[in-house]
């Protein structure tokens, strides 16, 4: 009898982390994130560095992926890759090794865009984890954008705000860097928010119309604050860090549930779903929750495995795309710019 399963290898290699899973019939075989450490010492993101590092990590990730799916490469039914956003550098190494290993095992190849997945992560098939209802309003915000989408279906999405400068990770790691933390800023920034007072200190809420975001405004209000403080007490960052941090992060909090209750109001859609690196964030994750009791809205939150770059999240698109037989061939190119 012919197996009815379908597996998809999921290939993510858009930015720092090469990533490979496998998913049968839309759950989680394999999940695995090889992450670039030797970007912390930079402060940033190295784009040569990370597409050699890629070139070293694919192989094995993909191997691995493999290996711990309990099948063989001969298994699997398609193959899904990350065409964009990214790094090209980065991007040109998952996209070959995708093309190359599709047309030497002649199964179907799938192009996925990095930011669908951050949404569609919420239809991983898991148990206890309910998914969104279409349509619903997905919230993306990661090192590299800020955007509010509304979600008619898995192919239709309409990007109804963005940030107009900075991404919020982006202003994460750059008020990590004024408050002296290592690269990246934005996890330690949550952890020390925890123990401060968010009303602390007060820093500016830029005034952008309709749904946009702009965190420049923001950036600028903490560097001058600082700078202002330090020439009265050298040693302000230090005393103050935990209030520091928790005010920031109080104001990022504040700008994001502002202009997702804007949308909710213009849309008349109260389902909520957020995706994204910064989607693990605590003070943003505990307003999300709070926010189905007080406004009536049903929130949906990844599990913490699912916010990062990962390659599970590609692998559930390539599984909904294959279904839907959205096929590429070998003439397909990686796009650092790829709009939803």
């Excluded at 619903?136 to 705000?161: C, R, Y």
């Excluded at 929130?299 to 795309?321: C, L, Q, R, S, W």
Aim: aromatic residues 10%; glycine residues 8%; charged residues 20%.
């Amino acid at each position: 009898m012919v197996s009815q399963n379908i597996y998809i290898l999921g290939i993510e290699s858009s930015c720092d982390d090469t990533a490979a899973a496998v998913l049968c019939n839309g759950k989680i075989k394999s999940n695995i994130v090889a992450t670039q450490k030797i970007h912390e010492e930079y402060g940033g993101v190295v784009p040569e560095l990370a597409s050699r590092a890629h070139q070293q990590n694919i192989v094995p990730v993909i191997d691995q992926a493999i290996k711990k799916a309990g099948i063989t490469k001969e298994d699997l039914t398609a193959i899904a890759f990350t065409r964009g956003p990214g790094l090209m550098g980065s991007l040109l190494v998952g996209t070959s090794f995708a093309k190359s290993m599709a047309m030497a095992l002649q199964i179907p190849l799938i192009e996925v865009n990095h930011m669908q997945a951050h949404l569609l992560a919420h239809f991983i098939e898991e148990e206890n984890f309910e998914k969104p209802n279409f349509p619903f309003l997905g919230l993306t915000i990661s090192g590299g954008h800020t955007q509010i989408v509304k979600i008619t279906d898995f192919f239709e999405m309409e990007v109804i705000g963005e940030t107009l400068d900075d991404a919020v990770g982006e202003a994460y790691d750059k008020c990590g860097k004024m408050l002296n933390l290592p690269y990246p800023g934005g996890p330690l920034i949550d952890r020390y928010a925890q123990d401060g007072d968010p009303k602390a200190f007060v820093f500016a809420k830029p005034n952008v119309k309709n749904l946009d975001f702009s965190f420049s405004g923001l950036k600028t209000s903490v560097l001058y604050f600082i700078q202002k403080q330090e020439k009265l007490n050298p040693n302000f960052v230090e005393e103050n860090l935990k209030d520091l941090c928790a005010s920031f992060q109080f104001t990022v909090v504040k700008i994001l549930m502002d202009k997702l209750k804007k949308a909710v109001k213009q849309t008349g859609i109260k389902e909520i779903a957020i995706g994204g690196g910064v989607s693990a964030n605590s003070g943003i994750r505990k307003a999300l929750t709070e926010a189905q009791s007080k406004f009536g809205w049903k929130t949906y939150i990844p599990k913490f495995e699912y916010t990062t770059d990962n390659a599970a999240m590609i692998a559930i698109v390539g599984h909904y795309k294959y279904l839907d037989k959205q096929f590429v061939d070998a003439s397909i190119t990686a796009k650092a710019r790829y709009s939803l």
